[in-house]
């Protein structure tokens, strides 16, 4: 019963402060119906130590403030104000994972937000280590809208230690090693995988990618030769046949076809990927 009162009396007093101190505090900005909150201090004294309690209560009303607005038009400083609310919630309690959940969810879609939106996830992933959902929203942030593949990699290879049954992470990470032009980075990843893992379908999969990459490798190091002996790059792999570097054009275990892309860059038809047959285009 106690705790239900102290709930009420700090909601009364949320209530009371997130429509004061905007009056206070920022009297020329137009007034938004999810209102500027006190600093993170001020709202640390109000919770009269159940910052967990009150953390909740702001995720809460900012969560039903946005869902009002998903038939509104979301403009930038509308957005601003959901981020600095989240941000406020978190530091009163940085364990509170409905707040990641949804910053993710209402920011990760505009580019302009992301630096600050993986500053709030990276903060709280020093929080919730165990938690592999924090390094696969970096991940997906940094792989797709800053177009940072290695970054992405070592997060999302955080997250498939913490989730090891999960062999679409492994995959992935060693993929983004892979375009990050990480090639060694990605095969000492999958060849830790490979001794860790207890699961005998997902050791498999981790070796096909490896014996991929391997022969990525091998191939990379062959165009290096080529380089050294003749002082130019070849125009095909079928290049380095014809001058002894290698024996032939090695298989893609995927069932693809290795060869030469732009910037001498070892690609192969199939990408890589576990569902690509010979007579797919």
């Not at 165009?223 to 893609?252: C, E, F």
């Amino acid at each position: 019963m106690k705790r239900v009162l102290l709930g009420i009396f700090l909601l009364g007093i949320f209530v009371a402060a997130s429509y004061t101190y905007p009056r206070v505090q920022v009297l020329h900005e137009p007034t938004l119906r999810l209102n500027r909150l006190p600093p993170s201090w001020i709202l640390e004294i109000m919770s009269m130590g159940n910052r967990e309690l009150l953390s909740t209560i702001i995720f809460y009303h900012t969560s039903f403030y946005y869902g009002e607005k998903t038939a509104w038009r979301k403009e930038e400083a509308e957005l601003r104000r959901v981020y600095d609310t989240l941000e406020k919630a978190t530091d009163l309690d940085p364990y509170n994972m409905d707040c990641y959940y949804l910053a993710q969810g209402t920011l990760s879609w505009i580019k302009p937000a992301i630096p600050k939106l993986n500053e709030l996830l990276e903060r709280g992933y020093t929080y919730r280590t165990w938690d592999w959902y924090l390094p696969f929203f970096l991940a997906a942030n940094y792989y797709f809208q800053l177009d940072d593949p290695v970054r992405a990699a070592y997060y999302l290879q955080d997250a498939s230690r913490l989730r090891p049954e999960s062999s679409v992470f492994s995959s992935l990470t060693a993929r983004m090693f892979y375009e990050g032009d990480q090639t060694e980075t990605a095969i000492a990843f999958l060849k830790s995988m490979v001794l860790d893992t207890k699961s005998p379908l997902l050791r498999k999969k981790l070796l096909k990618r490896l014996r991929a990459l391997e022969t990525i490798r091998f191939l990379e190091k062959a165009l290096q030769d080529y380089h050294d002996k003749t002082g130019h790059d070849p125009d095909s792999l079928d290049d380095l046949v014809r001058a002894g570097i290698i024996r032939s054009v090695p298989p893609d275990p995927y069932g693809g076809t290795f060869y030469l892309a732009e910037k001498d860059r070892i690609c192969t038809t199939s990408k890589l990927a576990e569902g690509w047959r010979k007579d797919q285009p």
